[in-house]
């Protein structure tokens, strides 16, 4: 919060913009800046989001998604339910028309999706997540782009959390098995040092060996104090894992509770653990 060179300026032209979102049918533009909030929400929300992707229809539906600090929340629900368009959303890469995203203690609706790296979001995208043409270590250092200080002891940290990605570092990304490529990606995020991280299906398309072994490497990371917001297609895995569990059902949030609570639950058994 205090590191931004812009905070100052915060006094603001654009509030007559700002007022309007969130009952106007604008969505709001990218590009301006963070405003401090009041209250105790949770680290990271994406509150009430209703939007969709250009000038198609709403994906999302007052859809909210949340973490709170030092936890892990987990999103589960059926294939096309909205889950990566909400994390898009949280990330800034979609237009909401209706509802905000807030981060520890800032509204940052407005912030672009680089912005959002520079206020400590790390985010591991469902596809495309790593460059596969550079090395291993390549891909940490570019994750690390928007650093001046030294990056080696976080490189460092990656390397403990990922020992293979150390005796691979020299190799194309692109020739890992998807476990490891999973490896690289949740690593790249780690290196911007962010505040939260947010992964979307960190384990598609693994066993369930490595799937197991990517959960634990998560709970390691959680336990360094970094709030963790995830989705996931194993949900059964997952909510065991999570302090806090939402189930989107068509862009909309269908159940919400603690991981026990949704995995005691008989109609999230029947309809989305397979009973
Ligand atoms: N880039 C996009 N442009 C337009 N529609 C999209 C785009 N990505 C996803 N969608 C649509 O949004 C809906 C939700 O998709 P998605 O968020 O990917 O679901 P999930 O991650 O839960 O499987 C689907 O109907 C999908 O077709
Ligand atoms: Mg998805």
New binding site residues.
Partial sequence: MGDNPYQDDRGNKDRSITKTHGVGQTPLRKGGKAVPVEGDAPFLIGEAMTG???K?PD?LHECTIAVNAGEIAVIV????????????AVFGMLDVRKGRVLLDGEDITALSPQDRVQKGMGFVP?TNNIFTSMTVEENLEMGAFIRRDDIRSTMEQVYELFPILRDKRRQAAGELSGGQRQQVAVGRALMTKPKVLML??PTAGVSPIVMDELFDRIIEVSRTGLPILM?EQNARQALAIADKGYV?VQ?ANAYTGTGKELLADPDVRKSFLGG
Avoid: C, R, W
Wanted: proline share 4%; charged share 15%.
């Fill in positions: 969709g992707y250009g198609g994906i629900g059926p294939n096309g339910a909205g889950k990566s368009t909400a994390m898009k469902q979307d299906e989705v989107l862009g």
